[in-house]
């Protein structure tokens, strides 16, 4: 593309840089962004900047937080001995809106994965490793999405903690609620088979 | 959603604010910088910011430039008496792509769209008219987009240049090159038929 303006082209390349967005979006929101008030790119400007650079982790989940310790560590109608390890806070937000979960969380910050090179020392490992073997914890729920990555990291972490006293969970797998039979994949059927439940404790929820 | 951080909150309600950008998608934005260096955080909000208050539009054709007057308009090489009305920068480039036209551009920057309030006071029609009626303009190619609006807005400007010694014409409606006559809508086909060109003039593309 052949901008005729250098203003216009740095603002597109910038904007192109976000996953997902090529240079043809990037375009139309930059061209959208050019035709609404000031006070809408400086708003937008002002959050990303003070979002990256006053931004906090809670020290004890390492979730994004504006505090030291964030609402949910620090809430008291939590149950502290029940650890659920996720990927990032979209996934605290999805188990949060279930209101079926009153643990804490550790927030990993990814998964292993050698193909983009982040390795276990990226991770928060080893936090979530001294806090187990502190004994602070009775109960960890793997919730990691069931890919190569997530399995890999669930396995390391599950090797890490050898020998700490400490039970180790995974989120159940199966039929989402409400598909029929026939247009589920082999694995998820299978596994939901395997790990079928009594009858009785389905009726619960 | 529930956002653990009120800073978070406010750079996803921002980026949201993009057209075809709702809050998930922002949200995954958002969370890829935070994982970025702070530089790129920087550098897009300050291009944005750049754009916003430095940005020049030509004051012949109206179209975004880093000068006073842009590239095309200073430039010796093109046609000044003839003259393509479009939308916006986009059509600009669009047309420049082709390397097919020799004339300036008047970028009228919308169209007449009452739904949206946009009236002709908006779009740069006012000096259009004025730049045809000082005799600067042999011919006014319309080329906006056959919607409801385009149509609109070409047939508005063509009756402000009532009694002005100016050619007006618009760009050729018809079947894509490549496209299988089957699938082409009938409006489209039956304009062609319409408009049909000697066959000579054909072989000259």
């Known amino acids: 593309m052949d901008f005729s303006s250098k203003l216009l082209e740095e603002a597109v ?3 192109s840089q976000l996953p997902g967005i090529g240079r043809r979006t990037a375009l139309r929101l930059v061209l959208h962004l050019l035709k609404q008030p000031e006070s809408q790119t400086v708003a937008l400007s002002k959050a990303l ?3 990256k650079t006053e931004v906090k982790f809670c020290r004890k989940c390492h979730n994004i937080s504006d505090t030291d310790l964030c609402e949910i560590c620090a809430s008291h109608n939590r149950q502290k001995e029940v650890v659920c390890v996720v990927e990032d806070i979209r996934d605290v937000m999805a188990i949060e809106n279930t209101s079926q979960y009153r643990g804490l969380y550790h927030v990993l910050g990814g998964k ?3 193909m983009e ?3 276990p020392s990226q991770l928060t490992i080893r936090s979530l490793v001294e806090k187990a073997k502190n004994g602070e914890i009775e109960e ?3 919730a990691l999405s069931s890919t190569l990555e ?3 990291t669930n396995f390391y972490i599950f090797k890490q903690l050898e020998g700490v006293n400490v039970k180790t969970s995974t989120i159940a797998r199966g039929i989402s609620v409400g598909d029929e039979l026939e247009y589920a994949d082999e694995v998820t059927l ?3 088979i395997t790990n079928r439940i009594p009858f009785e404790s389905s009726l619960r929820n």
């Open 13 to 15: 390349n910038e904007m």
């Open 49 to 51: 900047l003070d979002l």
């Open 112 to 114: 292993i994965n050698p």
């Open 117 to 119: 090179g982040v390795g």
């Open 140 to 142: 960890i729920i793997f």
């Open 150 to 152: 997530g399995d890999t």
């Open 190 to 192: 299978g596994r939901s």
